[in-house]
């Protein structure tokens, strides 16, 4: 959704109702209705009878101190059929993935210049993670973003955001004439590896997933970085244990869980799957 320009509000009621919508966020459950007057440049009386309209449609709904989305839109959004499909006609496999690893799973889309989380599965003990299922994040400083801007365009470089490549951390990859050679790396390996590109003490292992028209998804498994996964107090993680903890040793996985794909499931129950190499089905394992 397109951002207001500052001080102009928009003048169509259809408009204005989206910008209500649009600004709640994961960081903002919850605002007020002067809060919503001032994001959206829309008077404030008009606000006040559109948010009455978006309760009563239960779109939006009313708190002691403000508003907070709706249970409908919750049921609507359970309804875009590509994400149901897709997400159905994975989750057996991802669930079967967290057993086996019990590390945080993520299946993702590309959505322009950030992966989409269609899926996300964590245990008791999982690193947090600022990621959430149908959150977002930039394409380049992912696993994810890396399988789907190698395996799912001719022009990377499409897929940055136009503002250059921000550092999320130190290890992110900013510059473009590097991440195309990673990118002709992850081509070749058939999965993409992001040690601490996205967030200090995680590393990240995914594999492509390809639709019926070889358009790929791609799921992907989070673990804990080497440093980050020791049990010692703080300090350098010894050189046998980063080796053992090293995201790539998750590799042979990822050709075992493959055979279970060869279980053919229904053609019209998970038609996105029906494609999936043996090689790079998503998988890792301890």
Excluded at 168 to 176: A, E, H, K
Aim: hydrophobic share 40%; net charge positive.
């Amino acid at each position: 959704m397109g951002a207001v320009q500052p001080g102009v509000g928009p003048k169509s009621v259809l408009v204005r109702v989206f910008t209500l919508l649009d600004c709640f966020s994961a960081e903002d459950t919850e605002l007020t209705l002067a809060e919503l007057a001032v994001r959206t440049a829309i008077p404030k009386p008009t606000v006040h009878r559109l948010a009455k309209v978006l309760v009563e449609q239960q779109l939006l709904k009313r708190t002691a101190t403000g508003y907070t989305l709706g249970l409908r839109l919750f049921e609507l959004g359970e309804l875009v059929s590509d994400r149901r499909h897709l997400r159905d006609a994975s989750l057996p496999f991802l669930e079967e993935l967290f057993e086996q690893t019990h590390e945080t799973i993520h299946l993702g889309v590309l959505e322009g210049t950030e992966v989409l989380y269609f899926v996300k599965i964590v245990g008791y003990h999982a690193f947090p993670l600022p990621t959430r299922t149908g959150g977002r994040w930039p394409v380049y400083a992912s696993a994810l973003g890396k399988v789907l801007m190698a395996f799912g365009t001719s022009d990377p470089l499409r897929c940055l955001p136009a503002s250059g490549l921000k550092p999320l951390t130190p290890y992110t990859i900013t510059d473009p004439g590097r991440l195309l050679r990673e990118l002709a790396t992850v081509r070749r390996a058939g999965i993409a590896i992001e040690s601490q590109e996205s967030v200090l003490g995680n590393a990240c292992v995914a594999a492509p997933i390809f639709d019926s028209d070889c358009h790929p998804v791609s799921s992907g498994l989070r673990q804990r970085a080497a440093h980050a996964a020791s049990a010692g107090a703080a300090g350098a993680t010894p050189a046998s244990q980063r080796d053992k903890d090293h995201p790539a040793r998750r590799r042979p996985a990822t050709r075992r869980l493959a055979l279970i794909r060869r279980r053919a499931l229904p053609y019209s129950a998970a038609e996105e799957l029906a494609h999936v190499p043996v090689e790079v089905l998503s998988a890792l394992d301890h």
